[in-house]
């Protein structure tokens, strides 16, 4: 009579919507009771049936390998008897091949499909997309499971189409040509994953993934469907930045990039740069994709750098860059560049050539939760002095050679966590004891030293980085940053002896980044050792697609 009583003001309980009802184990606990428990418990508040909520945790508890489990309203609570955990050994596959999958997990229900999944993928490789599974048996022996499956491979399927939607200015044969995806190909799973990634890396529209597949009549035959986002024709990026009470006051720099109105894939941007007071850049840059090693780039530019209290540089370059597999690209560069000094002697000419290679592995190119990037260049140049040149200058010929690495890291910590580490080097080495100030790296602003003024340090050897975390959202992210940098020179010294300078420099600071498919924008404020905290600098960066 008394269990009766108490059985009654449970179920009181439980219509009443109290928050939580007591749980009591016979035998060994389950590893996961406080999620069923919870679980049980919402069911409960959102008024589901009390003899529904107890088949729900007990199918629970048989998902996840407890096949003999028993649940029971006892006079105090819920009275679980989890018993045995049953173990996934092997699945056997029987049909035209006969063989073993060996599992060795928990016969739970994640465990089971991951294992029929891998089975699957077997097949998904030899073009049989639509193969499926059937169980034909299921076989115990004491706590160990074996399950027989009939594979039923169906039709060997091939492509018959490429399908392209988003597309506006690009036809879909000059996509075509990027993808390893043909008409007539077996459409095998690892190479619907490769024209994934391989649409990813166009640089001239956006993929939505994932592909979708349309089987035709017969399902021996699919239409493949890619989904794009094609950019508009004109794109502006911009930023600038304010240092106050400092003479050099605003910088900025602005890039119009005009796409396809040359034809399909071809880019020209120009671009205009304020680095500091007195030091300008314009730059013109063309672009055009080939397909003469596969998917190929050409690239020529013609360059100004007008420091009119130092030099002016007239430069042109022109590169070739080839993909050799997706995320992965070598190239080759010719340059030649004229500098004049402000003074009016000591002009050379210089002749380069470069080779490059680009490693690009991450999940989003704005706002990558995972991933790295890779870019290493080596070069050699020859710089040649012109005859009536300065009288300290003794050779009038120089060989030099360029080393510059970057590597950027993205690593997810725990969502929304991700945190960014940057490593660069930039190096120079030289005949020349003493290097012109055109040949020397840049260092100072965004893309380096972040907190400090735009090429406020002239390096013939420069390593920095930086440590960011951001906490990551939809559409853009905030992050602090800690950047430094060791930069070393050649200086004339005392009585004109030639003396190595090296620095140690650091910044940090804070910024918020947004964006969506046609805009973005980031600001950032950054602090160094001179300057106060009341006067941070400034970086606002820009970009649209019009």
Sequence with gaps: MNK????????????????????????????????????FNKLIRNNVKLAEGLDSLSAWLANDGYLDNRVNLDGEGVLVTAD???????LVIVGDTGYEYSSGGFFIQAVFERAVENVLKYYYHQGYYYARANIAEVAFDDNRVQVILNINKGPSVTVSRNDYT??????????????????????????????EKTAAEIPFITFLPPVSILPEPGFDRAAVRFDFLEPGQFRFVGGGGYLPDDPTGLVWNINLTLR????PGRQVAVNSERREKGRNILDITYQQPFFIL????????????????????????????????????????????????????????????????ERHLLDDR????????????????????????????KTLAYNDAHTELS?????????????????????????????????????????????????QFAAQRAAFGTVEPRFRFQRGY????????????????????????????????????????????????????ELKFNQPRLSIELSADL
């Excluded at 200086?491 to 030639?498: E, L, P």
């Design 294 to 357: 596969g998917v190929d780039y050409a690239e020529f530019s013609l360059k100004t750098r007008d420091y009119r209290d130092q030099f002016y540089e007239f430069a042109m370059k022109t590169s070739y860059k080839t993909r050799i597999q997706p995320g992965l690209q070598a190239g080759l560069s010719l340059g030649w560049k004229r500098v004049e000094p402000a003074t009016g002697a000591g002009g050379y000419t210089r002749f380069s050539s470069g080779f490059t290679l």
């Design 478 to 529: 905030l992050f602090i940053f800690y950047d430094a940098a060791y930069i070393n020179y050649k200086r004339t010294g005392q009585a004109k002896a030639i003396a190595l300078e090296e620095l140690y420099r650091w910044g940090y600071g804070l910024g918020l980044a947004l964006s969506d498919r046609k805009r973005s924008v980031k600001l950032s404020l950054g602090w160094n050792e």
């Design 166 to 195: 988003g597309l506006k200015h690009v036809p879909p044969e000059f996509v075509s040509r990027y993808l390893p995806l043909c008409e007539g190909d077996t459409l095998r799973e690892e190479l619907i994953r490769q024209a």
């Design 260 to 263: 396809h109105l040359f034809g």
């Design 4 to 39: 009766i009583i108490k059985t009654g003001f449970l179920l009181l309980i439980l219509a009443l919507d109290v928050p939580a009802v007591d749980f009591f184990y016979r035998g060994k606990e389950p590893v996961e009771k406080n999620i069923y428990e919870n679980r």
């Design 366 to 393: 704005f706002n990558p939760p995972g991933g790295y990037t890779l870019d290493w260049t080596i070069g050699y140049a020859y710089r040649r002095y012109s005859s009536d040149t300065l009288r300290e200058i």
């Design 84 to 90: 045995r955990r049953y173990l996934l050994e092997k």
């Design 407 to 455: 590597f950027n890291f993205y690593q997810l910590l725990i969502k929304p966590l991700v945190m960014h580490l940057g490593l660069n080097y930039n190096g120079l080495e030289s005949g020349e004891t003493l290097l012109p100030l055109a040949e020397l790296y840049f260092i100072g602003g965004p893309g380096t030293l972040r907190s400090f003024r735009n090429e």
